[in-house]
């Protein structure tokens, strides 16, 4: 068992969080699974409200079939990190929490998650997990979580409006040149078309769709261990002039710029847009409004292609009082059965072997981002938040400054300063 860690660290954004100690999880205590038996017992596992349209559902599935008994809470999303941490630290924790990927390293740090590596190496299709959510699932060499839902960025582009600005709809831009001749083009049919747009004040929508082309050139955010940033990178660089040049030609529409994540869905299911960044949580509704569209993964500069591997691990909390019963949830959320579930109900499957059968066969977007998902990325870092997500964070101001101010290599320094000194402050 992981021996929790008693330290008081600055957590994301501004929220504090005191370390998980070994206090009592909320389930009951079950069954050893070790001794052979089945685990039983109930367990309480906590989600964000941004899942609660699959997650009792979810949980309903397991019940029916299963000795345990999972019973899910639902948190709102904003306070979700927050309320997960205070709750561990005082011993009234859940006993399985769904945590968005990219905070899996920090929980991990501080002694919050248990140390599932021996559940983990024994499944028989560990090598087709999600490579990212497998990266950031572990912490000095032990694994803390399990691959749960997934997603992917692409891009996003209109079919009808490419032919119409002469352009082959079936070839899509494999370049940062094509995605600038295409955006020229798209904005030249007249006032109320754009070629291009993307959320000028959101950090996280900004990782997830602009980190891809700068990994797809070759080039990175962050160092494999996150002790080092790379925001002053050529490959940045050229990622933050390509949007720059689009703003300057015209092609992006003026509200992009305030745009903290909610216009790009309208704007493109409004048949006015060419091309968008988005993940494939956007195919119903696009579907719905049925524009015709396609999606092809994010280019770097000269091609190549690279995609966000985004998503929730599921973890076992330290401290749960039903250890047997909870590992048995996060072992099952995995399986076929569950993974299937999750492929209609809005999750890309974190399992490669099951894209094919239960994924793609909903449609060529479903298997582009079935795909995408298999080579995805994602920056490990136990300060991704304070880093990229936060809306007044160094990799949105530089995204912002670069873009719409045009100093771009002056908003690269500055951004990489911030980011070094929060990384050197957590140690």
Same mark, same amino acid.
């Given at each position: ?308 591997? !985004? %998503? /929730? *691990? ?8 039903? $250890? =047997?019963? #909870? ?77 719409? !101010? %045009? /100093? *771009? ?8 300063? $911030? =980011?070094? #000194? ?6």
């Amino acid at each position: 068992m992981h021996n929790p860690r008693w330290k008081v660290a600055a957590l994301l954004s501004g929220l504090a969080m005191v370390a998980a100690a070994c206090g009592g999880g909320g389930g009951d205590t079950g069954g050893d699974a070790g001794d052979g038996a089945a685990p039983t017992g109930t367990i309480t596992v906590w989600a964000r409200d941004s899942q609660q349209v699959f997650m009792s559902k979810l949980v309903d599935l397991y019940n029916k079939n299963h000795e345990v008994q999972a019973k899910v809470t639902v948190i709102p999303a904003a306070s979700f990190v927050q309320k997960l941490g205070t709750a561990a630290s005082s011993g009234s924790g859940p006993d399985v929490a769904s945590i968005d990927l990219v905070y899996a390293p920090y929980f991990a740090s501080v002694g919050a998650l248990e140390d599932i590596t021996e559940l983990a190496d024994a499944l028989p299709y560990k090598d087709a997990l999600s490579p990212s959510h497998r990266a950031l699932s572990t912490w000095e060499g032990q694994t803390y979580a399990l691959p749960f839902t997934a997603e992917a960025s692409a891009l996003y582009y209109n079919k009808d409006l490419f032919t119409k600005a002469g352009l082959d709809p079936e070839k899509p831009p494999t370049t940062y040149a094509e995605i600038r001749e295409a955006a020229q083009k798209i904005r030249a049919l007249g006032d109320d078309y754009y070629g291009f747009t993307f959320a000028g004040a959101c950090g996280g929508c900004n990782v997830f769709e602009l980190t891809p082309h700068v990994w797809a050139s070759g080039g990175d955010v962050l160092s494999a261990d996150g002790k080092q940033a790379s925001l002053d990178s050529p490959q940045v660089t050229a990622a933050l002039q390509l949007y720059r040049d689009m703003w300057t030609d015209g092609s992006i529409p003026s509200a992009a710029k305030n745009d903290a994540g909610t216009q790009q869905i309208p704007l493109f299911t409004s048949g006015k847009l060419g091309m968008t960044p988005l993940g494939a949580f956007a195919i119903p509704t696009v579907e719905e409004a049925k524009i015709n569209f396609g999606v092809t993964p994010l280019p770097g500069q000269d091609g190549g292609t690279g995609s966000f591997a !985004g %998503g /929730d *691990v599921i973890s076992v909390m330290s401290g749960t009082k039903n $250890a =047997a019963g #909870a590992q048995d949830f996060v072992k099952w959320v995995t399986d076929a059965e569950a993974q299937d579930f999750l492929a209609h109900n809005g999750s890309v499957p974190v399992r490669t072997d099951l894209v094919g059968s239960i994924y793609a066969p909903q449609g060529e977007p479903y298997a582009v981002f079935g795909e995408l998902m298999g080579i995805g990325k994602t920056p490990y870092s136990v300060v991704e938040n304070p880093i990229f997500n936060d809306n007044n964070g160094p990799w949105i101001k530089m995204i912002n400054d670069a873009t719409f !101010g %045009g /100093d *771009v290599a002056g908003a690269q320094a500055a951004a990489q300063q $911030a =980011a070094q #000194a929060l990384i050197d402050d957590a140690g």
